[in-house]
């Protein structure tokens, strides 16, 4: 944190439970148990990212439809797909 951040005590005040809040969680064990949505999800994700074999756990968090699209690119590959993204997201609409 930078120093400023302490001199100004109603920043003090107003972040430090919500950073101990996240502290607390991150420290403890993962909560498994969740509902899933009722809605729809739309997952995007570029083919090079880190992670991206691990896409279709997005579908263990609807209880309805959950669309998958892999695009080429990394991290920030919505910046050179904007016109299929928003293809997409219309798509999801209809």
């Not at 969740?34 to 083919?47: R, V, Y």
Request: with cysteine.
């Amino acid at each position: 944190m930078p120093d400023d951040f302490f001199t100004h005590e109603g920043l003090v005040d107003y972040f430090i439970p919500i950073l101990k809040s996240d502290f607390k969680v991150l420290e403890g064990e993962p909560d498994r148990s969740f509902t899933p949505l009722k809605t729809s999800i739309l997952a995007l994700m570029g083919d090079e990212e880190e992670k991206v074999n691990l896409i279709d756990n997005w579908k263990k968090h609807t209880a309805s439809d959950c669309q998958i699209h892999i695009l080429k690119g990394k991290h920030f590959f919505i910046h050179d797909h904007a016109t299929r993204i928003a293809q997409l997201i219309q798509q999801s609409f209809a």
